[in-house]
């Protein structure tokens, strides 16, 4: 992507991919980077800012990826990925309540959000905030969300 972008420097989809994969191997400063680029390059795409989000997530800026998330709900009410990155953020910030509050009302709009908790708990363990995703995992574990591999993820410790 990095050659495409010497090629087309303002194409959005590109940092979007980026920032996606530096996600993937925890390299989450520099997918926060290509997620802004994104987002500054086409603000309209609800998949652009979610990168967007989750970067912050992971790259220990839960407040601003909140106040985001506001403004993202805004414009798109019924986005599950919204609901579930604002529930780990509010677990991140230790709001237990809230936080399954949204997995309560992603199940009520049949969004299965194992998978994604399932990703987001090993993000923030890439991150190297144990104590974060320990409280997560807490949480999560109290949901119907929680998938055996979720505990396993401690295992590796």
């Known amino acids: 992507w990095k050659g495409f972008l010497s090629l087309v420097p303002d194409d959005s989809i590109a ?5 996606t994969m530096c996600m993937e191997v925890g390299r989450f400063e520099e997918a926060l980077q290509c ?3 994104s987002v500054e390059l086409n603000p309209n795409s609800v998949t652009a ?5 989750v970067a912050l997530i992971y790259s220990g800026r839960t407040k601003e990826a909140m106040e985001r998330l506001g403004s993202l709900l805004e414009k798109s009410p ?3 990925p919204a609901f579930v990155a604002l529930a780990v953020a509010h677990f991140i910030e230790g709001s237990e ?3 399954l509050g949204y997995l309560e009302r992603l199940e009520g709009m049949g969004y299965r959000c194992g998978p994604a908790l399932h990703s987001s708990l090993k993000k923030i363990i890439a991150s190297d905030n144990k104590a974060a995703a320990r409280r997560v ?5 109290k949901s119907r969300h929680s998938l055996p591999e979720m ?5 590796q410790e």
């Open 15 to 19: 940092y979007f991919n980026i920032a």
């Open 35 to 37: 997620a802004r680029r």
């Open 49 to 53: 800012v979610q990168t967007l989000i």
């Open 78 to 80: 019924d986005y599950p």
């Open 97 to 99: 309540e809230k936080g």
């Open 137 to 141: 995992y807490g949480y999560i574990s």
């Open 151 to 155: 505990e396993r993820l401690f295992d």
